[in-house]
């Protein structure tokens, strides 16, 4: 096995070589592998493993073609790179070459590395040292990468072109970073047990605690909690379309509304997708439907497209602080969700195994009675609608209590057991 070195040797060899060095010092084997796209000036004395010419290749492409593509269309040009590059790690991953990854890059470099490394499974030690990630007006696209993958980032502050005193210092460290994370990580994914996603957030903090707590002591199960604020959300759909966990409990998939609302935490409209082909019990509850997280407050004083579309000055608000606004959802709004809702969980392909859970006496711990978003109007429009829809093999559990009660947990732990034997019935007839 061997740590594979990424970097564009026309601009970084000076780098690519401390890193190398250090790393083989260390007595790891290495692989580096070359994806320059001809922007840089140097001729490198130091020869790749994989070239730049292998990787375009992987990509159905060439070196005379990509630099072709660098004037007018450099998108396409770092396209097809990612592409191929990806596909290395992949194929070097899978047949057991790749211990870990490295690399050192500027922006160019920075979008190859992160595509690439997203192709790599959670464990695999990744670490980008990166003269942009800091960088405000690239921070949300970095972080839909970063937010979905373990990668080590390092921010160099510097740029890192040349082998000067700062830049040496960059490179060993992070050579040092990734070699202590393959001589040391990664013991614990063995100790597997049944372990299941669990998405919460401050709203539904109380409720989460008991069902981990039931699980854990009851059924002897892991309980790997998921932050809802978005990227949260993405990564625990991802991991359990990895088939890293037995099943998914969403206290919160409000990234979901938040999408068809324009909130903060929007994570996409493919957010209950979840396992949408695959034999996973699913739990739902309805936690983050009954708010719109609307902030910073600036927003409300600026003519805001989401504050004025919708009117939400007019509404019931919760200001947590100056940056975290939480609005309530109207019964138009909560009837768009519980349709929209009912139509994604309509095409999976094991509704058997989907079971919605509703705490009548409040989604969360901002609409129970006496709460900032109390609106009983609106939650009663979601759950009609999601009765009306959904297609009947879905089961709704309807509880007369709120989300942050035992008794809400219970019934979220019982409706896992029955989509735990619904599963095994599944097994049974394929």
Same mark, same amino acid.
């Given at each position: 096995?061997?740590?594979?070195?990424?970097?564009?040797?026309?601009? /970084?060899?000076?780098?690519?070589?401390?890193?190398?060095?250090?790393?083989?010092?260390?007595?790891?084997?290495?692989?580096?592998? %070359?994806? $320059?796209?001809?922007?840089?000036?140097?001729? @490198? $004395?130091?020869?790749?493993?994989?070239?730049?010419?292998?990787?375009?290749?992987?990509?159905?492409?060439?070196?005379?073609?990509?630099?072709? *593509?660098?004037?007018?269309?450099?998108?396409?040009?770092?396209?097809?790179?990612?592409?191929?590059?990806?596909?290395?790690?992949?194929?070097?991953?899978?047949?057991?070459? +790749?211990?870990?990854?490295?690399?050192?890059?500027?922006?160019?470099?920075?979008?190859?590395?992160?595509?690439?490394?997203?192709? +790599?499974? =959670?464990?695999?030690?990744?670490?980008?040292?990166?003269?942009?990630?800091?960088?405000?007006?690239?921070?949300?696209?970095?972080?839909?990468?970063?937010?979905? /993958?373990?990668?080590?980032?390092?921010?160099?502050?510097?740029?890192?072109?040349?082998?000067?005193?700062?830049?040496?210092?960059?490179?060993?460290?992070?050579? #040092?970073?990734?070699?202590? *994370?393959?001589?040391?990580?990664?013991?614990?994914?063995?100790?597997?047990?049944?372990?299941?996603?669990?998405?919460?957030?401050?709203?539904?903090?109380?409720?989460?605690?008991?069902? /981990?707590?039931? +699980?854990?002591?009851?059924?002897?199960?892991?309980?790997?909690?998921?932050?809802?604020?978005?990227?949260?959300?993405?990564?625990?759909?991802? =991991?359990?379309?990895?088939? =890293?966990?037995?099943?998914?409990?969403?206290?919160?998939?409000?990234?979901?509304?938040?999408?068809?609302?324009?909130? #903060?935490?929007?994570?996409?409209?493919?957010?209950?997708?979840?396992?949408?082909?695959?034999?996973?019990?699913?739990?739902?509850?309805?936690?983050?439907?009954?708010?719109?997280?609307?902030?910073?407050?600036?927003?409300?004083?600026?003519?805001?497209?989401?504050?004025?579309?919708? /009117?939400?000055?007019?509404?019931?608000?919760?200001?947590?602080?100056?940056?975290?606004?939480?609005?309530?959802?109207?019964?138009?709004? *909560?009837?768009?969700?519980?349709?929209?809702?009912?139509?994604?969980? #309509?095409?999976?392909?094991?509704?058997?195994?989907?079971? =919605?859970?509703?705490?009548?006496?409040?989604?969360?711990? +901002? @609409?129970?009675?006496?709460?900032?978003?109390?609106?009983?109007? $609106?939650?009663?429009?979601?759950?009609?609608?999601?009765?009306? #829809?959904?297609?009947?093999?879905?089961?709704?559990?309807?509880?007369?209590? %709120?989300?942050?009660?035992?008794?809400?947990?219970?019934?979220?732990?019982?409706?896992?057991?029955?989509?735990?034997?619904?599963?095994?019935?599944?097994?049974?007839?394929?």
């Amino acid at each position: 096995m061997a740590v594979v070195i990424m970097g564009m040797l026309d601009e /970084r060899e000076g780098a690519l070589k401390i890193i190398k060095g250090q790393i083989e010092k260390r007595g790891h084997k290495t692989i580096l592998i %070359d994806f $320059s796209i001809g922007i840089g000036g140097i001729v @490198s $004395s130091l020869k790749a493993d994989v070239s730049c010419e292998e990787i375009l290749r992987l990509a159905g492409g060439t070196v005379e073609e990509v630099k072709g *593509m660098l004037a007018t269309e450099r998108d396409k040009a770092t396209a097809v790179m990612a592409e191929g590059l990806t596909k290395k790690l992949v194929e070097l991953y899978r047949s057991g070459e +790749l211990q870990g990854v490295i690399a050192i890059a500027g922006m160019t470099g920075t979008f190859l590395s992160l595509v690439s490394m997203n192709a +790599l499974p =959670f464990g695999v030690p990744k670490f980008l040292i990166s003269s942009v990630v800091a960088m405000p007006a690239y921070s949300s696209w970095i972080a839909d990468y970063l937010g979905q /993958r373990d990668i080590t980032v390092m921010n160099t502050v510097v740029d890192t072109l040349g082998a000067n005193r700062l830049v040496s210092t960059l490179a060993i460290n992070g050579a #040092n970073a990734i070699a202590g *994370m393959v001589e040391n990580g990664g013991s614990t994914l063995g100790e597997k047990r049944p372990s299941f996603v669990l998405t919460e957030f401050d709203f539904c903090d109380q409720g989460a605690y008991y069902v /981990r707590e039931i +699980l854990e002591k009851k059924n002897d199960y892991e309980i790997i909690s998921f932050h809802a604020q978005g990227l949260g959300d993405k990564a625990a759909v991802d =991991f359990v379309n990895q088939g =890293f966990f037995e099943g998914f409990i969403d206290l919160v998939p409000a990234g979901f509304s938040e999408y068809l609302l324009g909130g #903060n935490r929007a994570s996409g409209p493919n957010r209950l997708d979840v396992a949408i082909d695959l034999p996973v019990p699913y739990i739902l509850a309805p936690c983050g439907f009954d708010m719109i997280s609307c902030g910073p407050i600036q927003r409300k004083f600026s003519e805001d497209k989401l504050w004025t579309s919708r /009117r939400l000055a007019e509404r019931k608000l919760l200001l947590q602080d100056t940056i975290r606004i939480q609005a309530r959802t109207s019964p138009r709004e *909560m009837r768009l969700i519980g349709v929209a809702a009912a139509e994604a969980l #309509n095409r999976h392909k094991y509704r058997t195994m989907i079971k =919605f859970v509703i705490p009548r006496r409040g989604f969360s711990s +901002l @609409s129970v009675a006496g709460g900032a978003l109390y609106d009983p109007a $609106s939650d009663e429009a979601f759950i009609v609608a999601l009765r009306e #829809n959904l297609e009947p093999e879905i089961e709704v559990i309807e509880v007369d209590t %709120d989300i942050n009660s035992r008794e809400f947990a219970t019934a979220v732990v019982d409706a896992l057991t029955r989509a735990l034997a619904a599963g095994t019935s599944v097994g049974d007839s394929v």
